[in-house]
């Protein structure tokens, strides 16, 4: 106990010394008088909305999130989400005293009474929101950016539709074509490597919207598949107005599928494992490839249109 103190205390009177550098009691005061000024002036605009000297001290400055109660603050006064309370050992980030389990009900209050523009503004959108239901529009904003809808790798880029057809092409060098309707061909030489890779994505632009064709080999348990399913490039309400069917065959045999494109906000996997597109067994896929069946050589046509 007296040895765990006394190697303590060189320590807390560092940092105690430290805090009242930077409090500075005499000017207190004055300061306060000054910053609340200051703040009253700029903090609120006319149209309501915030400067970022408030919203800064709505940051946490662990995670640099925006903080939601129960916000917690030192001794001090330094604040810090509940989020990272955990992560710094019960010490203030700011100036190393112990925590403690004090609530910040002014900065709480304060937040409540705040009105901010929704963080997908440079997206295009123009709402503003009270700030502890801001976390709820950001969630499902329409302006929100979409992910890069290319499977088959880890890619990370996010945007706006333009954006992403942009890079589509440039990136993943994509094929593009103009067009409400399609007559595609899928060839792979050993269509028994499975595991091999074996999706293809096509960008289809018609009615003024972009439409991704899927292409790729799976299991439905063990049998090998393959499925081929469209993708909007846009939201799910959108999607909807829009049909699109598929036809594979050969041999006098012909599969067909008509379905309603999925919004890209659905992850290409979660439209793959829900079998919402044309399935083609791998036996089926090779007797439509005709020849030797080493081959596969499927003519996939298909068609877009609009409802209404
Ligand atoms: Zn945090
Ligand atoms: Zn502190
Ligand atoms: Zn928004
Ligand atoms: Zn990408």
Redesign the pocket.
């Known amino acids: 106990m007296d040895t765990s103190m006394a190697s303590g205390n060189p320590s807390f009177d560092d940092l105690q010394n430290k805090g009242e550098a930077i409090d500075h009691p005499q000017n207190e005061d004055t300061m306060d008088c000054e910053s609340l000024n200051i703040s009253s002036q700029a903090a609120v605009k006319p149209n309501g909305t915030v400067s970022s000297s408030v919203r800064e001290l709505l940051e946490c400055p662990v995670c640099c999130n925006s903080m939601y109660p129960p916000i917690l603050q030192?001794?001090?006064?330094?604040t810090l989400c509940s989020g990272c309370k955990p992560k710094v050992d019960n010490r203030?980030p700011?100036?190393?005293?112990e925590l403690g389990n004090i609530r910040c009900l002014a900065l709480e209050k304060l937040a409540a009474s705040l009105e901010l523009p929704c963080k997908y503004q440079s997206f295009g959108c123009n709402g503003i929101y009270p700030y502890y239901s801001k976390p709820k529009h950001e969630y499902q904003c329409s302006y929100r950016p979409y992910g890069c809808p290319y499977a088959g790798s880890e890619c990370t880029v996010i945007g706006d539709i333009p954006h992403l057809v942009a890079h589509l092409k440039d990136d993943h060098k994509v094929d593009m074509h103009n067009g409400c309707t399609f007559n595609h061909r899928y060839v792979k030489s050993n269509p028994h490597e499975v595991e091999n890779a074996t999706w293809m994505l096509t960008v289809f632009s018609c009615f003024g919207q972009y439409f991704c064709l899927h292409f790729e080999a799976f299991h439905i348990g063990l049998a090998p598949v393959y499925i081929a399913f469209l993708r909007f490039m846009g939201d799910n309400n959108e999607a909807k107005n829009y049909s699109y069917s598929l036809e594979v065959g050969g041999n006098g045999r012909k599969l067909i599928w008509q379905g309603v494109p999925r919004s890209i906000r659905d992850s290409h996997r979660k439209v793959r494992d829900s079998f919402d597109g044309l399935i083609i067994q791998r036996n089926m896929a090779l007797f439509f490839s005709g020849g030797d069946r080493k081959e596969l050589k499927l003519r996939v046509t298909g068609r877009i249109w609009k409802e209404q």
């Open positions: 030192c001794l001090n006064g330094h203030c700011t100036c190393r005293h």
